[in-house]
C-alpha cells in the first residue's frame, strides 16, 4: 500500500527555510525583495521547459506528472509480513496441494506474487518462472529509469540555464556602465539566474531522482524475495526452511519472531 512520503515536502520546506534564513539575517525582510526576480525565472524556467521538450518526446514528458507524484509517495513493504504470507501459501500447498492455492488468490494484494503463484499453480517449470518474472522486473527497472532521466536532465539543464542567465546580465551591465542605474538590476539578473538554476537542481531534481533511485532498488529487491518465494512454494519446501531461507534477505536489525513456532531467525 502507498502512502504519502513525508521526508520529501521536509526537505524542500527545510531547505528553502535554510535560504530564507540567511537572507533574512542579513538583508532584513525588505532584502527578500531583491532575490524574486521575474527576467531570472523566465531565464530558467523557460529554458529548463525548452531543453526537456528538445531532450524527449511529448509521450516520455506526459509521464513526469505521475514521476513527481511518486517521490511524494512511499510504498510500504513489510517484509516480515511477506515472509509470512509466502510460509501461509507453503503450508497449503503441502496440504492441499498446489491447485488449492488458486481459490485463496483474490486476498492476495499484490499483483506480482498473484502473477507467480498461479504459473505455479500452471505446472511451470521453477526455471521458467524465474525467467518470466525477472523479465517483468527488468520491465519495471526500464519504466523507472526512464522517468527519472527526466529529472535527472532537468537537473543537468537547470544550472546550465542559470549560468547562460547570468552571460546575459553581465552582456547588459557592460553595456550600461555608463548608467549607475541599470548596474545593479542587471547584476541582479546575472547572479539570481545561476542561483535559481543551482538550488533547483540541487534541492529538487537531483535528491528527487536519487530518491526514485533507492524506491527502485527497494522494489526490485522485495521481488525478488517474492521470486524466491514462489519457487519455494512451487517446488514444495518445508514452511520452515522457506521462512528460514527467505529470512536471510532481512537485515540484521530485522529479527523474524515466529510465534507460531516459538523460533527467532536472524539474517
Known amino acids: 500500500m502507498k502512502k504519502f512520503d513525508i521526508t520529501t515536502p521536509i526537505g524542500i520546506i527545510v531547505g528553502i527555510s535554510v535560504l530564507l534564513l540567511a537572507v533574512f539575517s ?48 512511499d510504498q510500504d513493504h513489510d517484509l516480515r509480513i511477506l515472509i509470512d504470507t509466502f510460509v501461509d501459501l507453503s503450508g497449503k500447498a503441502r496440504r492441499e496441494g498446489l ?45 523507472h529509469r526512464k522517468g527519472r532521466a527526466i529529472l535527472e536532465k532537468a537537473a543537468e539543464y537547470a544550472p546550465a540555464w542559470g549560468m547562460i542567465g547570468t552571460l546575459v546580465g553581465l552582456i547588459l551591465m557592460l553595456q550600461n556602465l555608463n548608467d549607475p542605474a541599470t548596474l545593479g538590476p542587471n547584476m541582479a539578473v546575472a ?16 535528491p528527487m531522482a536519487s530518491k526514485l533511485a533507492n524506491k527502485t532498488d527497494e522494489e526490485v529487491f522485495v521481488k525478488q524475495i517474492i521470486i524466491e518465494g514462489v519457487i519455494g512454494v512451487q517446488s514444495g519446501q518445508n514452511p520452515k526452511v522457506l521462512q528460514e531461507k527467505l529470512s536471510a534477505f532481512l537485515s540484521n536489525n530485522d529479527k523474524i519472531i515466529d510465534e507460531t513456532m516459538g523460533e527467532a531467525y536472524e539474517a
Open 99 to 143: 491447485l488449492a492455492l488458486e481459490a485463496g488468490l483474490d486476498e492476495v494484494e499484490d499483483p506480482f506474487i498473484k502473477k507467480g503463484i498461479l504459473l505455479a499453480v500452471d505446472g511451470i517449470e521453477p526455471d521458467v518462472i524465474k525467467d518470466i518474472m525477472m523479465a517483468e522486473v527488468v520491465a519495471m527497472e526500464e519504466r
Open 26 to 73: 542579513n538583508a532584513g525582510a525588505s532584502g527578500l525583495i531583491f532575490f524574486i526576480q521575474l527576467a531570472s525565472v523566465l531565464i530558467v524556467g523557460g529554458g529548463l521547459i525548452a531543453g526537456l521538450i528538445i531532450n524527449f518526446s511529448f509521450t516520455e514528458l506526459k509521464i513526469l506528472p505521475k514521476v513527481l507524484r511518486e517521490s511524494f509517495r
Open 191 to 206: 547572479l539570481l539566474t545561476t542561483l535559481y538554476g543551482t538550488v533547483l537542481a540541487n534541492l529538487v531534481f537531483t
